[in-house]
């Protein structure tokens, strides 16, 4: 009995070891490293890679700073995006066309799922942080494509 709970021990030990060896250092808000978020968003926003690598395969978590009145027209996306908000104002509507009165105010801790291919949109009220994540490769699909700052 004393010998198979000791190799039990000793293969849940090694086990977390591996598990270990494999995770993401943690960090503080503070120590996130911002950037100018991709040309695919409309320009002023600072985006944050927390996790993963969001143009390749498997799951990524970033975070997006935006200005106060930042907006995102209507788009979609070809995986669910999970958007979570950090601080300030963050609102969200479904729909082919940015529609402020039909848009839902979310405040810090709020969360909103946009299911693959549903068109959605969002902005801004006041600065706000929000925390995004799926499953890459990331990409985003402009309802109208006039609105596709890559393409200007």
Known sequence: MHKSLLSFTILLFSGTIAVAQHMSAPANADDMKWG?????????????????????????????????GYKIP?????????????SGSFNIGMGDKLDAQKGVALRPGG???????????AWASGETVVQVH???????????????????
């Open 134 to 152: 799926g499953q890459g490769p990331f990409a985003i699909t402009y309802v109208n494509p006039a609105d596709d700052p890559s393409k200007q």
């Open 111 to 121: 969360f909103a799922e946009a299911p693959a291919k549903m068109n959605h949109y």
């Open 74 to 86: 209507a788009h979609n996306h070809p995986t669910t995006e999970y958007v979570t908000v950090i």
């Open 36 to 68: 100018a978020a991709p040309k695919a968003f409309p320009p002023g926003a600072q985006i944050a890679v927390v996790s993963g690598d969001p143009f390749k395969e498997g799951l990524y978590v970033v975070r997006l700073k935006m200005p106060t």
